[in-house]
């Protein structure tokens, strides 16, 4: 099991979390195995940032981002070197923490 610890994020998780998961998981599937609400607006198939998370440890034991994901990066807001999309980052052996940045673009979240 990998341990991933979720630092604290005033809506989806105030007291911040670890979390032991299997390797070969997102960390979007991880976050909400664990009853942690990310945002996913397109389902985790990589068409959007609503589920960007920035890898602050343990970023070089995810699998590589594919083109579709680093395009789709450059829309994320607070975008930096260690963004991924959750949906798209699997998650090796090596633990990793983990911070959901304060906002997300969420077009349809925001049109309501």
């Known amino acids: 099991m990998t341990q991933i610890v979720i630092l604290p994020h005033t809506e989806y998780c105030p007291d911040g979390a670890v979390l032991e998961v299997s ?5 979007c599937e991880a976050l909400l195995e664990n009853d942690i609400p990310i945002e996913h607006a397109c ?8 589920c960007h ?22 829309r994320a807001w607070g975008l930096n070197p260690l963004s991924r999309l959750s949906c798209q980052a699997i998650i090796a052996k090596d633990d990793l923490v983990v911070e959901i ?12």
């Open 23 to 27: 390797p070969g998981t997102s960390i």
């Open 43 to 50: 389902d985790m198939v990589c068409a959007c940032t609503t």
């Open 53 to 74: 998370v920035i890898v602050r440890e343990g970023f070089n034991s995810l699998n590589e981002p594919d083109e579709n994901e680093e395009d789709l990066l450059d």
């Open 101 to 112: 940045p304060k906002y997300s673009i969420n077009h349809a979240k925001e049109n309501h």
